[in-house]
């Protein structure tokens, strides 16, 4: 097996060093006129063109302008400065200097468009019209010598690494052949080996016209570029059809070896799945065997773990081992085979929330009950984050009165279940919304001193996750729990982030949004803080003291925003008296640097509690006043 793994990782290597000059990483797509005609009289700032390119990585491209270097002119002077510009963001190309004078000008440049790795240059050519002289201008072909080029730029040859140092021929003077002894040109097309010294009287067969000189092929070419024929050559430079050949023989090599390692492998795994197939039944029947009490059978169920160089293993205490470890991995994880569903307690688009059963759950002999959270089938990734990012968040919490408790989880498999603590009153608007309904019935309801207790208790929770440095981004009535002692709970930690890293959080995804309980940097910067969180616990208040009614009642959503960014506030409810609305407005501050911090507003709720005066008139309760929204789209409520 090891030979096999240590040919195919010599074929990889082997691969990787033929290709070793490629990057997964691709070249920008150029896409651009090559061919620029431009009068003299074009004035400066004038748009020459636009370039356009695209990038596979999507990376960010920058644009330039180089001179070629030469002219392409018949001689190797330095062309003069470009007289373009180019904006290196958008790829649009200026004039930005007067073309007078300069007509009939031929310029090359490259045109570079680069993404950060890779550069991609395409070549242009310039022709600038003198169109300020009476007789006009004329297009000079930018490669004169190329037969049937038509005025058109070539594409540039690509050169190779192996080659592209080499230095020029040197220069050949005139042939002294008159081209009158020529009856017609004739290119002579030499055989897959040919080596300039050979003379013409070698294959004066071909060239019956020409009369027997000793002229090189180097003088013939010359010849049949001055008379206007372009020579191209086909062959390839040796290092080039190395290449070529190497690398189908290796890639055809590499994928053989791939294969017939992955046959053998699989091979090997069906042969040792039979053979435990087969382990596993001797051992059932050793099991369920009860005829001898002979130790031997007892010792065949002895599989794991083997000794090796005759050394003595205790295989009872490595079993013993292995489970403490699991255990101490697992601290988190039940079993969900120890999990009976009860009834749903709640459910959204997405997520579900059972009531349900477990056994020897949370250090507890036998039942109890839990809250069990997980994903609908339709769920999407950005879901199945969230209640993972959620769990992630419970796992780092300790035990705290006024914040749902984790218990476990099942996370071995999908879907996915998240164990919390059963809260039996359920959620805190529901209850207030209850309470009221039951106070227009004549029933007892609650007094002012519930109501400032609900608040002092979440404030008790917010300080503390916020000193786990825990943003909860969407702290509302709907997501605290409230139990059969009228304790508060925080809880629903689906959009929850640990922010311990940095203080701010900017919301990357979209959904549906709670945005009557947003700050003014969550609507519009997409910015989460813990002074954000401070901001919807000022509207919790009013859910609380209004019983669980719906903020910025009679306005739809749109109009909410618009009003907060004007520096509309909820207004202070006649029933509410003006030291535990000051509370709620402090939280509201423009400037999230203002808003209190949560240790502020435990001592601010803290003091009202002690305090024997009602701060919530629940006789003056103006029920015409306040009402629940059901459902409104595009907002959660």
């Known amino acids: ?60 491209l920058i644009y330039g302008l180089e001179p070629l270097g030469h002219k392409y002119n018949g001689d190797d002077s330095p062309q003069p400065p470009l007289p373009f510009t180019i904006d290196n963001k958008t790829g649009t190309i200026f004039l930005n200097e007067t073309l007078k004078g300069r007509g009939g000008e031929n310029l090359f440049l490259w045109v570079t468009v680069s993404d950060g790795q890779l550069t991609a240059k395409t070549e242009v050519y310039v022709n600038i019209e003198n169109k300020s002289s009476p007789s006009g201008g004329h297009t000079r072909s930018p490669f004169p010598s190329q037969h049937g080029s038509g005025g058109r730029i070539r594409p540039p040859i690509l050169s190779l690494p192996a080659i592209s140092n080499y230095p020029r021929p040197p220069q050949i003077p005139p042939s002294s052949i008159s081209n009158d002894n020529i009856d017609k040109p004739t290119i002579l097309r030499p055989e897959k080996k040919l080596n300039k010294d050979i003379n013409i009287d070698d294959v004066a067969s071909t060239a019956s016209t020409i009369p027997p000189t000793k002229i090189t092929i180097n003088n013939i070419e010359n010849n049949e570029i001055n008379n ?68 031997s059978l007892i010792l065949k169920s002895w599989q794991n773990p ?243 009614s719906t903020p910025y009642p009679g306005m739809a959503a749109a109009e909410v925003m618009k009003k907060i960014k004007e520096g509309y506030r909820l207004d202070r409810p006649e029933h509410c008296k003006r030291e535990l609305y000051n509370i709620m407005y402090y939280c509201w501050d423009k400037d999230p640097n203002c808003r209190p911090l949560f240790g502020e507003l435990v001592g601010l709720t803290e003091g009202l509690l002690l305090d024997e005066t009602d701060y919530i008139e629940l006789d003056r309760f103006p029920d015409h006043s306040y009402y629940n929204v059901l459902n409104l789209s595009g907002e959660k409520l």
Not at 22 to 46: A, H, I
């Open 1 to 60: 097996m090891y030979v096999g793994w240590i040919v195919v990782a010599a074929a990889t290597l082997l691969v990787l060093g033929v290709y070793g000059q490629y990057s997964d990483n691709t070249p920008p797509v150029v896409t651009l006129d090559r061919n620029w005609v431009l009068p003299d009289t074009e004035p400066v700032g004038s748009i020459v063109t636009r370039v356009r390119a695209h990038d596979a990585e999507q990376d960010d």
């Open 228 to 295: 206007g024929a372009s020579v191209s050559s086909n062959q390839s430079p040796p290092s080039q059809e190395i290449v070529i050949t190497l690398v189908p023989i290796f890639a055809v090599f590499a994928l053989i070896l791939i294969l017939g390692t992955a046959w053998w492998m699989l091979k090997n795994k069906f042969c040792i799945s039979q053979k435990t197939k087969k382990s596993t039944k001797k051992q059932a029947n050793v099991r369920v065997s009860y005829i001898s009490d002979d130790p």
């Open 306 to 548: 083997k000794a090796k160089n005759n050394k003595y293993k205790d295989w009872k205490r490595e079993n013993q081992l292995s489970e403490i470890r699991q255990k101490i991995d697992d601290k988190w994880e039940f079993p969900r085979h120890r999990l009976k569903v009860l009834g749903i307690l709640g459910e959204g688009c997405f997520g579900q929330v059972w009531k349900s059963e477990a056994i020897d759950i949370d250090d507890k002999k036998g039942t109890s009950i839990v809250a069990v959270k997980t994903l609908k089938e339709n769920a999407t990734e950005r879901e199945r984050i969230d209640l993972a990012q959620e769990l992630k968040v419970m796992k780092t919490l300790e035990p705290h009165p006024n914040v749902v408790r984790l218990i476990g989880c099942c996370t071995e498999r999908e879907p996915m279940f998240v164990i919390l603590e059963y809260v039996s009153g359920g959620k805190l608007q529901s209850f207030l919304r209850e309470s009221r309904e039951e106070r227009n019935r004549g029933g007892p309801g609650l007094t002012s001193r519930d109501l400032t207790g609900f608040v002092y208790q979440i404030s008790k929770g917010m300080e503390y996750l916020a000193s786990k440095g825990i943003i909860h981004r969407d702290l509302a009535a709907r997501n605290i729990l409230i139990d059969n002692d009228r304790g508060c709970k925080v809880a629903d930690f689906g959009f929850a982030r640990d922010i311990a890293a940095n203080a701010i959080y900017e919301r990357k995804s979209e959904g549906r949004l709670p945005i009557r309980w947003m700050a003014p940097e969550s609507l519009y910067d997409n910015i989460f803080s813990v002074k954000s969180d401070i901001w919807s616990f000022g509207v919790l208040i009013w859910e609380i003291v209004t019983l669980g």
